[in-house]
């Protein structure tokens, strides 16, 4: 189950919404470990209040999904991904995240699930895999190799083209 902590760390502008409603909890520390349910029931919400809430909800993350839902990855990042699963002797094949903290992650994944979205990059041989609620807080951006590590650039925080990506991808200020 998804916990409030979870829901305003991928839907931030949720956090207003749930406030709202009664439920000025989203940053406290019961929210990592209450689900939406949970807190209404805490918060003496009827079962039809948690599912208006629950419906508003729903009408956010569409509205927000219709931004580009894509990853991308420059030339450079790709191929220092080959080179990393070469040495290990194992496929090319990276999960990408973000942890509690709301930083970016990689890590290879053996075995992807049919919950996480496939993106492939120019590169043969590498894939980048991205869960559905990460892909919300990630979309648009664009991994790179540079300064001798990875980065995510994403659309709303970056401040110059990529010299890697010479443009291509969506990683430049909007």
């Given at each position: 189950?998804?916990t409030?902590?979870?829901?305003?760390?991928?839907?931030?502008?949720?956090?207003?919404?749930?406030?709202e409603?009664?439920?000025?909890?989203?940053?406290?520390?019961?929210s990592?470990m209450?689900?939406?349910e949970e807190g209404?029931q805490?918060h003496?919400?009827?079962?039809?209040?948690?599912?208006d809430?629950?419906q508003?909800?729903n009408?956010l993350l569409?509205k927000?999904?219709q931004k580009?839902?894509?990853?991308t990855i420059?030339?450079e990042?790709?191929l220092?991904?080959?080179?990393?699963a070469?040495q290990e002797?194992?496929k090319?094949?990276?999960?990408?995240?973000?942890?509690?903290a709301g930083n970016?992650?990689?890590?290879?994944?053996?075995?992807?699930?049919g919950?996480q979205q496939?993106?492939?990059?120019d590169?043969?041989?590498?894939?980048?895999f991205?869960?559905?609620?990460s892909?919300h807080?990630l979309g648009?951006?664009?991994v790179?190799f540079?300064n001798?590590?990875f980065?995510?650039?994403?659309p709303?925080?970056?401040?110059k083209?990529?010299?890697?990506?010479n443009g291509m991808c969506d990683?430049k200020p909007s």
């Open positions: 189950m998804t409030i902590h979870d829901i305003v760390r991928y839907l931030p502008q949720a956090a207003p919404l749930l406030q409603h009664g439920l000025h909890c989203t940053g406290c520390s019961l990592t209450e689900t939406l209404c805490r003496g919400l009827t079962p039809e209040e948690t599912d809430i629950l508003e909800l009408r569409r927000t999904t580009h839902l894509a990853l420059t030339e990042a790709a220092e991904l080959r080179r990393i070469m002797r194992c090319a094949q990276f999960l990408v995240t973000t942890d509690t970016f992650c990689m890590e290879h994944t053996r075995k992807p699930t919950m496939f993106f492939n990059p590169v043969p041989s590498v894939s980048l991205v869960s559905p609620l892909i807080h648009g951006g664009c790179d540079r001798g590590a980065a995510l650039d994403l709303s925080t970056s401040q083209t990529h010299s890697g990506c990683c």
